[in-house]
């Protein structure tokens, strides 16, 4: 075996195999746990810059391992899944650092950084699967190691919502894999490869390639969180922080959104979408999606309930980009995917110094915070004026490509849609901006961290301001190469060769 | 053909040896199960590339004889009984809680025998002697458990008979039309006339009612969560596999090929409304072992499911998903009830809510069952996952099929909510229950052990699943 | 109507009566003793077709034989797992 074919299984074991050896750790062996964690995560970001290089070099990484006939497990490094293993481990980075902090001195933290590695080694693996099978594998893999996550703190209330999470991502789960085994009757399991490979199909076997296309969408819509089927994502909040924004900011929700993208563009591909007349509800359903989050989110008091509606919203601009099947909207649609992310975590950081130094959680207590904790409030305000895509942090770049997208195909519509989510958004992140600067300072019953020469503990702060900073530098340096920008081109060059 | 006589006759005589000879009880059953494990491998490697070997008791020659015959089939399935019963053995013999006595050892013994004996037979009536054996000596180790026992081991004991006397009946029937027992004999004569119809219909409630198959299970749940823990774990994983066997041997070398066509669909559906009943109940019991065993009606459902469609469709690849459906479950099942006996005794209560807190006080064991449960469900890359997509391909080819893969979905949900009902129990960390005794570290990785070996197969899945195909013809 | 025919039929009766018996009775003797009453049934029945031609068919009788013994350890087990139930019951009370 080459180093290429054995890159791609490297880089999910990076994670996979510290997470085994924490499970088995003792409460007090912090130390280690926390060298265990670091080593993953640097070799993880080694190993994936190597494949970066490659990849834009244009070799191929591709390891196999025998499965079921016609399936083995392929895990292959392509332009795309690299988009989403590189923001995946960048953002492992910032929230390990976050998640050691924010964890100091709370119980079961061995079986909490266990689980948090194999949620991460899940991702990756999903963003690394070659074919529906490998793909799905590691679907169901992510919804079992997320739910001891929900569920961490024990309480009735987390159980109540782990009950839920679990209907949801279960029921999707079986959906997906309905769907998996349908395609692999009609057409065997190929691996996933620009344009499709059910080109042959659509004459004979339309009707169940839309059934199978139904399945495999309103499968990973509920991880997409696409409605109706969103509904496990806002009871999930109860989860620790760094749980919030890793996992349902960024991994699992994206997994199901890059799930469909994966699905539109290597398993049925353009045309095949077009002469099935699949893209066009998968559009509507994205819009609906767009809009009913940011409507949501207005009306929720609390504030990581209103991060989680804003992300059921925001994720569904990737959904809608892919759908609209032009060149233009879906570099929108990808690099929202990244730039998403590195917002939304950012956010869900705030959230979370917030609560753990404060004990704000609700809205109306966010009063005059930015005096007492500057910082993360100008992340706060970096992240949410992205969000309603203020130039020139990152938001602004995705919602470009994403309008010039739909005027290309004609869509043009879908501006209104996007016009009247960015007002939206303003409607609910500017009162926050404004209430943190601006608003006479409550009165903090809860300051654990008072006289203390950071606003708080420094590991609480640095992924912020890395992610902040990093929403900011992908907007301005969109232009390059490097950024998501620059790779969501690459990927499209690739995906619709002209 | 002497491998497999080999592990047959070691847990024969080393049953028979363990009533005479009380000392070393657990030595000698562990010895007898390693030997016929190994004899079981060499019968296997030796007719692994899909040869039939016969043997004829005493030399005669058929119809007259009694004709033993080793199939890959049968040489797979004394390979998954002994080494179950090893399993068991070394749990028994390190946790003496869970077996309820020392008679447990030549009764396992001569369980394992019966079992050993069944996969090798192929006439009728050595089918029905050893369906006996082996009811007998599965309703005594349930007998094991004590006073709470005796009730429900006494109904399966009457049940028991009452399904072998049922099969009796159409044995007598169809020796009086054909004149012979031989099963393949048989198939070559057997038409599809009144008789035959009418002792293929006793043979098969008969069979149905002993291996607990949708709507005739309602013996099993009080039988297999009251006896100790090994013997739920042997039963569940394996004595109920038996009768299904020989339901698969009647309706696929025996029938009429019109009328397997015809009874498919009306089994498919007993095993679709197995998947739904049992998923239901155990959803709904209060009681963690009776929970597993619902269970077990459930996953039997699946294994129902195929035999009908293949019976059906007369579709090879179903026949494959029926085997591997037995396999994977009997390996889950052991897992899954020696961890719910490892729970039940470490934290001293029978109901599902005591276990909570138990993935802080018990992770080891908490995680065997969740990977057990894994596996029922389905997921991948478990043997579950192998046998159910196995099942799903020739139902969702064509579109007038799907109403079948609908039920298979729905088992699949039923399934989850009941693993998952145990599994979130595990993260309650509110009243947590303390365990009453010290747990057991060597018990607990050894349950594990099996459940681990179901998503082994995963490992060797693109060889087995076409090589299953190919012997089950 | 000839002698294997007459036998035959009351096998069968003795086979539907027995099920009968086991499926309504309580009491777990007369149970044993209807399961006992399907057991002759089947087992007359195997003679009713064994005695069809002459001399009867070895193989038959061979198998009814052996399903006597069968029932017999059965019945065994059975009996003493009422009689340990009793003994149960009784204690209780």
Known sequence: MSWTSLLPLAIVLSSLVPGLIIFTLREEQQRLRVTLNLAGVALKVVLVAAMLIGVSDGLTFRFSLPFLPGAPLVLQGDALSLLFVTLSTVLWLATTVYAIGYLEDSPLRSRFFGYFSLCVSATVGLALAGNLVTFLLFYELLTLATFPLVVHRGTPESLRAGRVYLAYT?????????????????????????????????????????????????????????????????????APAPVSALLHAVAVVKTGAFGIVRVVYD???????????LARPLLWLAAATILFGSLRALQQSELKRRLAYSTVSQVSYITLGVALLGPLAVVGGLVHLAHQGLMKVTLFYCAGNFAETLGVHRIREMNGIGRRMPLTMTAFTVGALGMIGVPPIAGFISKWYLGSGALEVGQDWVLLVLLGSALLNA?????????????????????????ERWETHWLLLLPVVFTALASVLVGILAGTAISPLGWARLIVDREFPR | M????????????????????????????????????????????????????????????????????????????????????????????????????????PLACLLHAALAALWLSADLFNLYVTLELLGLAAVALVALAGEKAQRPALDYLLLSLAGSLAYLLGVAILYGRYGVLDLFLLGEQATADAPTRLALLLMTLGLMLKGALWPLHLWLPAAHSSAPAAVSALLSALVVKGPLYILWLLWTRLAPTELAVQAGPLLAGAGALALLAGGWAALRTPLLKSLVAYSTVAQLGYALLALGLAMHWQEPRLEAALWLFVVAHGLAKVSMFLAAGELQHTLGGKRVVTLKGASQTLPVTMFTFVTAGVSLIGLPPS????????????????????????????????????????VAHGFDRARPQPPQVRPDRFGQWLTLLPALLVFGLALIGERMLPWLEGVSR | MSTPLFWLGVGCVLWLLGLHGLLTLRNAVR???AINLMGSGVFLVMVALAIRERPGDPVLVALVVTGLVVAVSATALALRLSGQLARARKGDA
Do not use: C
Not at chain 2, 403 to 412: F, P, R
């Open chain 3, 31 to 33: 149970r044993i003793i």
């Open chain 1, 267 to 277: 398993v049925y591909g353009a045309e095949a979408m077009e002469a099935l007349a």
């Open chain 1, 170 to 238: 279960v029921g999707g789960g079986t959906l997906v894999l309905m769907g998996v085994a349908l395609l692999h009757a009609l057409a065997g399991s190929p691996d996933f490869q620009p344009g499709g490979y059910l080109d042959g199909l659509v004459e004979e076997r339309g009707p169940s390639l839309r059934v199978a296309f139904a399945l495999l969408v309103l499968g990973l819509g509920v991880k997409a969180a696409l409605i109706p089927l969103h509904g496990w994502l806002p009871k999930a909040m109860v």
């Open chain 2, 2 to 105: 002497n491998a497999a006589l080999l592990s047959l006759f070691a847990p024969l005589a080393g049953g028979l040896l363990l009533v005479l000879w009380r000392p070393a009880r657990a030595g000698l059953a562990l010895g007898v199960a390693l030997v016929s494990l190994l004899a079981a491998a060499a019968a296997l490697h030796q007719v692994a590339d899909g040869t039939r070997q016969w043997l004829e008791v005493g030399g005669w020659a058929p119809p007259l004889a009694i004709r033993l015959q080793l199939t890959p089939l049968s040489a797979l399935l004394l390979l998954f009984t002994a080494g179950l019963h090893l399993l068991v053995a070394v749990y028994a013999a390190r946790r003496p809680h869970a077996i309820g006595g020392a008679d447990f050892w």
């Open chain 2, 383 to 422: 043997g579950g996952f192998l046998a159910k997509w196995l099942l799903l391909q020739p139902l969702l080819e064509r579109p007038q099929h799907w109403g079948w893969a609908l039920a298979v979905v729905l088992g699949t949900l039923m399934s989850a909510a009941y693993v998952f009902r145990v």
């Open chain 1, 427 to 451: 409607a609910y992140f500017l009162p926050l901006v404004w209430r943190g600067w601006f608003a006479t300072p409550a009165d903090w019953h809860a300051d654990n961290w008072a006289g």
